[in-house]
């Protein structure tokens, strides 16, 4: 399976906010590597995103981790983001923006 099929990953980016959600079926497998990929990549680059979850009990078919930057420190989320997709080996968004 393409992993771009596997999470579908999804960047948005306003004035004073930026977001990535990882949409994927929901195996505690992927799950797990999600997380850690994000606990890794927040280690590195000492920047703390909020990080909003969608599942209640992680049992839903469709899950998603959504993370998120505000006010200033979402100028410097690209670099966040880019790390963290690299890591996940997803090379493309569903909207089609990598940030750069």
Known sequence: MDRCEEIVANVRMEECYAGLSLVFEGTEALREEIETAIEKITKLTKMQPHIFDNSKDHHEKKQSLYVEFND????DSGEFFELLLKELR???CANDVIPA
Do not use: A, T
């Open 72 to 75: 200033d420190v979402q100028r």
């Open 90 to 92: 997803i090379d493309k």
